[in-house]
Structures are given as C-alpha cells and as structure tokens.
C-alpha cells in the first residue's frame, strides 16, 4: 500500500514539476516578491501531493516565535526533503545555504537559482566559508532570513553528527539572532522512494541572541535546543 500511495505522490510532484517549466520563465521576469510567490506554487502543490495521497500532514508549534521581519537565521535538523519544502511555505522569502550541485537540477534547480540561495563549493571549505559570509551579509543588509542546516546532511531519524562551525560563524560575525527549529519529519518523510502517513510536528524556539557568543558556544547552544526540542516531540503513530 505505501509504495502504491508514494508513486501517486511522486506522480503529482512530476505534474507539479511539469507545470513549474512554464513558470520557471515567467517568473525570472518578475520582481523578487511576486517571483519568489510565484515559485513557491511548486511546494504547496508537492506538500499538497504529500497529504492526500500520503496522508502526510504537519503541525507547525511556535509560530509566534517567528520574527514578523527579517534579518535573522534559521538553524534546523535535516532528516528530509519535507523541511526544505515546507520553510519556503512558511518564511518570507528565505535564502538557503545550499550545495552548488542543487542548482543543476532541471527545472527545479532553475527556480531555486532564482531565489538567489547562499552557494557553497565543498571543494574549497576556505574559500567557500569567506563567500558564504560575504553573501549572507547582502542577505541580511536586504532583511532575509537565511536558513541553514548545521549538520552538513540529511541525518536518518536516531542518528547524530557534529554541527558545522560555518552558520555560527556567519550568525555571530553579522551579529543576528538564531531562530532553532526541530522537526520529526524524517519518521514519515525518509530519504528514499516509500512515504509513511503521519503528522510531521515542527518546533520552533524564541530567537537566541548571538551577542557575546563564541561560534562554538552558538553552536553549542542551539544543537542543545534542536536536540532536546527534538526528542520531546511526538513519536510517529
């Protein structure tokens, strides 16, 4: 039943995909807002795709703690795709820090070069970490939220690894406020082709100030928050 339940979802994300292709072009001659809008069509159709023929649903807790403007980051586990379609959904027009390979993705690769993401070449961690802070400083000077996993990659649900140093360095070089987030996505959502029905939950905490901090205490800070938030949440049923 689920691998007939997740061929109809990944056939809804193809039409949502096939539809993307005429918008993609559309939507490169817009001005940032209403093209930012107009992309973000392509996750409320896969997050749709995902409840009605998945029975995957979600549960955002914390909204009031979501700053009603920017410049901040978000900081957020990484069990899955779910997450990354579901902050496009929920923030204003956020910047994700992304690997450059996302971008030669056809026609989805196109529409994330279009929200102008942070990207990082992994070949040259030093190079890449003085681009990564030049270009998230344009993106808070603009007001955006950047958003980032510190993990590096998607984490199967149970495991753990070290946060990387390179988004509490950005975060207490640019002197703006951590938003953590914690979510269970990785239960219902798993890397690979099966979706399991379910109600993905999501916490997100108050904003954790960056004055004063270390990088390493930052980090130190909001993988306690992630992982704590994350443990209490609901486990799948």
Request: proline share 9%.
């Amino acid at each position: 039943m689920s691998a007939i339940r997740s061929t109809f979802f990944y056939f809804g994300v193809f039409v949502a995909t096939l539809i993307a292709v005429g918008v993609v072009p559309i939507a490169a001659c817009l001005p940032r807002r209403p093209c930012y809008r107009l992309l973000s069509f392509w996750n409320v159709c896969v997050l749709w795709s995902a409840k009605v023929f998945c029975g995957i649903t979600y549960e955002v807790r914390g909204r009031e703690n979501i700053p009603e403007s920017g410049p901040y980051m978000l900081m957020a586990n990484h069990q899955s795709a779910f997450e990354t379609v579901l902050l496009v959904v929920l923030l204003p027009q956020p910047a994700f820090v992304l690997k450059q390979s996302l971008l030669w993705i056809p026609v989805i690769g196109w529409g994330l070069a279009l929200t102008r993401p942070i990207v990082i070449d992994r070949s040259s961690p030093v190079r890449s970490l003085k681009r990564l802070l030049q270009q998230a400083r344009e993106r808070f000077a603009r007001g955006d939220v950047v958003v980032i996993f510190p993990e590096g990659t998607r984490v199967p649900v149970g495991q753990h690894r070290p946060y990387q140093a390179g988004g509490a360095h950005i975060a207490t070089q640019s002197q703006v406020s951590v938003l953590p987030m914690a979510h269970n996505a990785g239960h219902f959502w798993p890397r690979g082709f099966l979706k399991k029905p379910g109600k993905v939950t999501v916490r997100i905490g108050p904003p954790i100030s960056t004055e004063g901090l270390q990088p390493a205490q930052l980090n130190e800070r909001v993988r306690k928050w992630i992982e704590t938030a994350g443990a209490k949440l609901s486990p799948p049923m």
